[in-house]
Antibody, heavy 123, light 107 residues
Framework: EVHLLESGGDLVQPGGSLRLSCAAS????????MSWVRQAPGKGLEWVSS????????YDAASVEGRFTVSRDNSKNTLFLQMNSLRAEDTAVYYC????????????????WGQGTLVTVSS | DIQMTQSPSSLSASVGDRVTITCRAS??????LAWFQQNPGKAPKSLIY???TLQNGVPSKFSGSGSGTYFTLTISSLQPEDFATYYC?????????FGQGTKLEIK
């Protein structure tokens, strides 16, 4: 059974940094692309970043480009999201999600989601 | 960016009813369209991909159709667990974008 467990969410001041983790189990982690999707309180879903199975290819939303970096450690079955220069509008629950295939290229879809971790950016 | 527009934004229905939610893309996306269900305080759950293919384990009461710019999600014989918020998402091109959601409530 696929299991994705996010961690690292916290209260952080504007301009601060945070690193989210997503521990994966129940599938061959290094054979699948992964993604981060966020949801601001009471709002809809927003795609953030995607990364290929090897980590060699990434895609980022314009709203986070240059501030957030997605990466993965396939030896530890873990996905990361390094978040710098955080803003109030980054406040959200962050979900990691598994792609159905190796490539994160457009046309790839998500099939499983984690339970999310809450990031609050406030002074 | 491709804009996804769902309608209605909210919908009231009774147990046993059949409902349809629509999703329109601002440009053609072939069949690169997914539907997700989200219950309050829970993670989204994948229901349908490629516009009409059910995710493993999803009951056949859910069905999707469409191609290009117009898509629908139909849920038949509504049960209490079906009252949730539903999102469409295009994965034809980056940035991937979601509809604003349709909240399905019990009448």
């Amino acid at each position: 059974e696929v299991h994705l467990l996010e961690s690292g969410g916290d209260l952080v001041q504007p301009g601060g940094s945070l690193r989210l983790s997503c521990a994966a189990s129940g599938f061959t982690f290094n054979s699948y692309a992964m993604s981060w999707v966020r949801q601001a309180p009471g709002k809809g879903l927003e795609w953030v970043s995607s990364i290929s199975d090897s980590g060699g290819t990434t895609y980022d939303a314009a709203s986070v480009e240059g501030r957030f970096t997605v990466s993965r450690d396939n030896s530890k079955n873990t996905l990361f999201l390094q978040m710098n220069s955080l803003r109030a509008e980054d406040t959200a629950v962050y979900y990691c999600a598994k792609f159905w295939g190796r490539s994160a290229a457009a046309g790839g879809r998500v099939d499983y989601w984690g339970q999310g971790t809450l990031v609050t950016v406030s002074s | 960016d491709i804009q996804m527009t769902q309608s209605p934004s909210s919908l009231s229905a009774s147990v046993g009813d059949r409902v349809t939610i629509t999703c329109r893309a601002s440009q053609g996306i072939s069949n690169y369209l997914a539907w997700f269900q989200q219950n309050p305080g829970k993670a989204p759950k994948s229901l349908i991909y490629a516009a009409s293919t059910l995710q493993n384990g999803v009951p056949s009461k859910f069905s999707g159709s469409g191609s290009g710019t117009y898509f629908t999600l139909t849920i038949s014989s509504l049960q209490p667990e079906d009252f949730a918020t539903y999102y469409c998402q295009q994965y034809n091109s980056y940035p991937y974008t979601f509809g604003q959601g349709t909240k399905l409530e019990i009448k």
